[in-house]
C-alpha cells in the first residue's frame, strides 16, 4: 500500500504520519494478542491515536493527551454506555498480557503455517468491517491462497451444532446451490450446520472461492479436532481467518464475538437451523444491527432444532427462505436473480365462473340427470343451469346421455 496510512475507527483525522506498513502491522498483531475481541476502549484509542502509538499508550509507555481522553470518553458515553473506565484503569487490566507480547514471534509463527496477517491498511481488508465501528478487529489472521471475498458475493450460512437430517439437508442443498452461483460460503467452522456448510461448498469444481470459515481461536490448530479434515481442505481450498494470534484459546466469549465478524463478512446471514438461545441467532441480531439481511428457514413446530429460526421470522428480523434461488435473490442486484414465481398443479376447473362451479358440483358422475333436478341441487335457475351446461360441455366437463346430463372422465371431484 503506497503513501502515508490514515488511522481508522473513531478517527480524529490523526494521521499515522511517516510509520511504514511493517510497523503497523507489528503494532496491530500486538494487539490482537493484548486486547480482547471487540474491545471498544482500545478500539476508539486506535482510531484516534494510530496502531502504533495507541500499542505505545495501552502498554503503558506513554499516557495520553487528556483532550483524546475526554473525546474518546464523549463518544462511548454518547453511544449509550452508562459509564467508562477511563484510559488508566484500561491500561491496568490490559498489563498483565503486555510480557506475553511478541508481534514478530507471531507473525513469523502464521507465514510458517502458510499464512499472513491482514490489517485495515491492506487493500485486501474487507469492506463489511467498517460497519463494525469499534467493534472492527484490530486485523485478521488468515490461513489459505485466497483474498478475502467480497461483502457482496458472500453469505453467511450458520445453525445449530445439534443440528437434524432435515437441517443438514437444507443446509447442504443452500452450501452447494450459493457455490454454484459464484456466492462464497461464510460460517464457523463448528460441528452441526457450520461443518455442513463449509463440506458442501467444497464439492464444487468452481473457481470461485468456495468458503470461509471464521475460527475462535489462533490458526496454529484446528479447533474443534473433530472437524480436523474439514478445516485442513478449508485451508487448502477456502481460507481460515481469526481474529485471534497463534495459540489463543478459542473461550466461550471468543465464540461469542466471533459471531460478529461472520455477520460483517457476509451480505446475507441465513440461520438453518437455531434453537430458542443459540449462538447461531446472535450471528443474526449481529447482522441485523448492521443492516445486513437476514433470513431464516422454517421447520417442524414441534422441532426444538427450528424454534430460534422460528422466533426470528416472529419478531421480523428474518424473512423466510426455502431455497437456494430464494437466498440469492437476496443477494443479487435489484432486478437479477429473482426466484420464479411458483406455480402449483392446476386442476380443469380453474377459472371456472361460481356459477359453473354449482353446476359441476351438482352433476352426477355415473347416471345422468335431467335439468330441473339440477336446478334443485346447484340452486341454479333454469337458464343459468342450460347456458352452465353449455359451457362445461365446451370444456369437455360434461355430457349429455340418454338418461340425462352427467360428468365426464376428467371432470374432478368424481362421487
Known amino acids: 500500500m503506497s503513501g502515508e496510512p490514515q488511522s481508522r475507527g473513531c478517527g480524529l483525522g490523526i494521521p499515522t504520519g511517516g510509520e511504514a506498513l511493517a510497523e503497523i502491522r507489528a503494532a496491530r498483531a500486538a494487539l490482537t494478542r493484548l486486547i480482547e475481541p471487540g474491545d471498544a476502549t482500545a478500539a476508539l484509542l ?11 499508550v495501552a502498554t503503558g509507555k506513554r499516557s495520553v493527551d487528556p483532550a483524546i481522553e475526554g473525546h474518546v470518553r464523549s463518544l462511548l458515553l454518547g453511544s449509550g454506555a452508562k459509564a467508562w473506565e477511563g ?21 513469523e509463527t502464521i507465514a510458517r503455517f502458510g499464512g499472513r496477517f491482514v490489517i485495515p491498511e491492506d487493500p485486501e481488508w474487507p469492506d463489511g468491517f467498517e460497519d463494525l465501528g469499534e ?19 458472500a453469505v453467511a ?14 443446509c447442504g442443498e443452500l452450501a452447494k446451490g450459493l457455490v454454484d452461483r459464484g456466492v462464497t460460503v461464510v460460517s464457523g467452522g463448528a460441528y452441526g450446520i457450520d461443518a455442513q456448510a463449509h463440506r458442501a461448498a467444497l464439492v464444487t469444481d468452481g473457481t470461485v472461492l468456495p468458503t470461509v470459515a471464521v475460527m475462535a ?12 479434515e474439514l478445516l485442513r481442505e478449508v485451508a487448502r481450498r477456502g481460507l481460515l481467518v481469526s481474529e485471534l494470534p497463534p495459540g489463543g484459546a478459542p473461550t466461550r466469549h471468543r465464540f461469542l464475538r466471533r459471531n460478529r465478524l461472520i455477520a460483517a463478512l457476509a451480505a446475507v446471514t441465513v440461520v438453518v437451523e437455531a434453537q430458542w438461545r443459540s449462538g447461531a441467532r446472535s450471528t443474526a441480531h449481529h447482522a441485523a444491527d448492521i443492516g445486513r439481511t437476514v433470513a431464516a428457514v422454517p ?6 432444532s427450528s424454534a430460534g429460526c422460528h422466533r426470528l421470522l416472529r419478531d421480523g428480523v428474518a424473512v423466510c427462505v426455502t431455497d437456494v434461488q430464494e437466498v440469492y435473490e437476496l443477494l443479487a442486484p435489484v432486478g437479477d436473480g429473482l426466484a420464479a414465481e411458483r406455480e402449483g398443479r392446476t386442476a380443469i376447473h380453474d377459472g371456472l365462473a361460481v356459477e359453473d362451479l354449482l353446476l359441476l358440483d351438482a352433476l352426477p358422475v355415473r347416471k345422468g340427470a335431467g335439468i330441473d333436478s339440477l336446478t334443485a341441487v346447484a340452486g341454479l335457475s333454469t337458464a343459468q343451469v342450460r347456458a352452465g351446461l353449455g359451457r362445461l360441455q365446451l370444456m369437455g366437463l360434461c355430457q349429455q346421455t340418454a338418461g340425462g346430463w352427467r360428468r365426464t372422465d376428467q371432470s374432478p371431484g368424481k362421487r
Open 46 to 56: 486506535v482510531g484516534a491515536l494510530g496502531p502504533v502509538e495507541g500499542l505505545q
Open 87 to 107: 484510559f488508566s484503569a484500561a491500561v491496568e487490566r490490559w498489563k498483565g498480557r503486555v510480557p506475553d507480547l511478541a508481534p514478530h514471534r507471531d507473525l
Open 135 to 153: 467493534q472492527a478487529p484490530h486485523g485478521l489472521w488468515v490461513r489459505g491462497e485466497e483474498r478475502l471475498p467480497a461483502q457482496r458475493s
Open 157 to 170: 450460512v450458520v445453525g445449530s451444532r445439534n443440528a437434524t437430517n432435515y437441517g443438514l439437508s437444507v
Open 217 to 228: 481461536g489462533g490458526l496454529d490448530r484446528y479447533y474443534p479436532s473433530g472437524n480436523e
Open 299 to 304: 421447520g417442524s413446530v414441534y422441532s426444538a
